[in-house]
């Protein structure tokens, strides 16, 4: 079956501008996640999802960032005004069940957002 | 979350057996050994998880030790795809993730 979708899969801004990235998570799962990832770095927590109710949002960097889910099925993490160091590639992880289990997370590939 | 310590890079003969090692000294009795790795360009992907008793599927072998302070993740016959960023990882849930740096393993032909 289809996985995780993540689109665009690159975007390039101008400093100060608003970004949307979508995630597309696999149908029925429960639990979606929001990574950052820089550079030769790890991916790092910002936002967890349990259907519609975003439960931890204590990884966004700054209030510049939001997340949404209000379907509980389709995600858009937004960035507004955004500023160089935001540059990162940003990776969705949808899970069957909820936070604390054992079901494994499914990425998507992640959008590369370079912002000039 | 307990933190990890891997080796930052390993090569390994195209395959040969790729033995990744990880520490984790301060695991808490209730955390599980999580792998992920991640090829270029794509996002993280599951491999195994175990908490006390070794651990084998299509993918890999987890040997945990006794004492839960180390694990090694077994990949028995590496390919040229094989090679990616491995990240180990412990939690007590699959879904509470601290990735760190990882290993870098590449499998040389």
């Known amino acids: 079956g289809a996985g995780v979708s993540q689109s665009p899969r690159y975007k390039v801004a101008k400093r100060g501008q608003d970004v949307a990235l979508r995630c597309d998570p696999i149908s029925g799962h429960v639990s979606l996640f929001w990574y950052q990832q820089a550079l030769g770095q790890g991916p790092e927590f910002l936002t967890y999802f349990q259907n519609e109710a975003q439960l931890d949002k204590s990884g966004l960097p700054s209030d510049r960032f939001f997340a949404e889910r209000p379907e509980g099925s389709v995600s858009t993490l937004k960035i507004q005004r955004t500023q160089q160091e935001d540059s990162a590639v940003y990776l969705c992880a949808s899970s069957l069940l909820v936070r604390k289990t054992n079901s494994p997370l499914h990425f998507g590939n992640g959008t590369r957002l370079t912002v000039t | 979350d307990a933190k990890t310590t891997q080796p930052p890079s390993m090569d390994c003969a195209e395959g040969r057996a790729a033995n990744l090692p990880c520490n984790h000294s301060?695991?808490?009795?209730?955390?599980?050994v999580y792998w992920y790795r991640q090829i270029h360009s794509q996002g993280p992907q599951y491999i195994i998880h175990g908490l006390k008793n070794n651990e084998t599927n299509e993918m890999a072998s987890l040997i945990i030790t006794e004492d839960r302070k180390s694990s090694t993740l077994i990949l028995p016959h590496a390919t040229l795809r094989d090679t990616a960023v491995y990240y180990c990882i412990v939690s007590t849930g699959a879904n509470n993730l601290f990735f760190g740096t990882g290993t870098r393993l590449t499998v040389i032909p």
């Open positions: 301060t695991i808490s009795g209730n955390e599980y």
